[in-house]
Each structure stands twice: as C-alpha cells, then as structure tokens.
C-alpha cells in the first residue's frame, strides 16, 4: 500500500465503522434497495438512514439507479475491491510513492471558480484524481471539473463516457454515475447516449 493511499483508506473505514452501515452493507450485498426498506429492516428514523447512506455513498461504496421517482442503492463492487485490497495489505510496510512533479498549469485555463481550482488542485496529480473527497461541497467541485472534460452538445455512448472518465480515475463507474445523478449530465431513457446539461436546464448547486 503507497503511503499516499492512506486518506483513502480511512474514508473507507470511517464509512464502514458503523453497525448500522455493515447491516446495510451485508443486505446490499444480497440484492438492490430502496432507503425506504433499509428504514424498514433496521428499525431506524428515515432521516436516520438517509445519514448512513450518505456516509457510504460519499465513500464511493453505493450506486444508484433510478426507477422513476424511485431510487434503488446497491453496492459499488469496484470500491468494496479496493478495500478488500487495503485491508489484506494493513500488515505490509508503507510503500513511498515514486517522485512525481504536480503540474498543475492545466487548472488555470478551466472556466471554474477560484474556490474550485483549488480543491481540484488538492485531489488530483498531473490531471488524475488522487481521491475522492468526503464532504459534498468538495465532491461537487470535482464533478464541476469532470463535467468540463466533455463537450456541450454532444452525444457520448457509455464506453465514451468511461474512456473520458479512466483517464481521471480507474472507479469511472462512480465517477459516471454521480455525474448523472447530481445533474451534471443527462442520460438516455433505458440506457444508451449521455450529453452534458444544457446551462439552462443545469441544477444550482
């Protein structure tokens, strides 16, 4: 494990160092779920809930689809990989990354705020999403930056999409995901072609 890999590593366990979030995980792990039958199962207040899943979905540990006004969470087999990854390496020294000069020259071009270059700046190396920020303030500002990769106007298939976003960071799927949730990108009904919001129709975030 590269000493760098450790913030990540405890986003991970801070998510998961709960009862209620390994519950929810162990039943996740059987099937997709509504929040509402999570609420049910565990016997907690809805609002009580929706904090869990908060916690491991800003963790990168949940997907979700949507199905009409309805939203079904399932986990992210791709992030419970990396943690499997990380625990089975705890007992292993720290490995120091090799030297790596950030250039950052390519944020000051980017139409972003000021507040935003900055917090790009702070998770990424050379362009690449070093990782993923807990706090929704800060994740927004990185979705921001991920939307600018993409052209107004144009249509992108799926593997377009995941091509564009690899080149960010290899969890493309919870990048692409979040893009359409948080309203950054719109996707085809049932699948198929995604485009960028147009400005008029963007969220106010």
Do not use: C
Not at 82 to 96: N, Q
Not at 179 to 201: A, I, K
Request: glycine share 4%; proline share 6%.
């Amino acid at each position: 494990m590269l000493r760098t890999q450790l913030p990540d590593v405890l986003t991970l366990m801070k998510a998961l160092s709960d009862q209620s979030r390994l519950q929810m995980v162990s039943w996740l792990a059987e099937r997709e779920q509504t929040a509402g039958e999570l609420t049910e199962r565990l016997g907690l207040s809805e609002p009580t809930v929706s904090h869990h899943i908060a916690k491991l979905h800003a963790a990168g540990l949940l997907q979700l689809r949507m199905a009409g006004t309805q939203r079904f969470y399932r986990l992210n087999p791709e992030r419970l990989a990396r943690y499997r990854a990380y625990v089975a390496d705890l007992d292993k020294p720290l490995e120091e990354p090799a030297d790596v000069i950030n250039d950052t020259t390519w944020i000051d071009p980017l139409p972003l705020s000021p507040e935003d270059k900055k917090i790009v700046a702070e998770y990424t190396v050379s362009g690449r999403l070093t990782r993923f920020p807990s706090k929704e303030k800060r994740w927004l500002a990185i979705l921001r930056w991920l939307a600018t990769r993409f052209e107004p106007g144009h249509r992108y298939s799926e593997r377009e999409v995941n091509a564009v976003l690899t080149d960010v960071h290899p969890d493309y799927a919870s990048l692409r995901r979040d893009l359409v949730e948080y309203g950054f990108m719109r996707r085809e009904r049932g699948g198929g072609d995604y485009w960028l919001t147009p400005d008029n129709e963007a969220p106010a975030h």
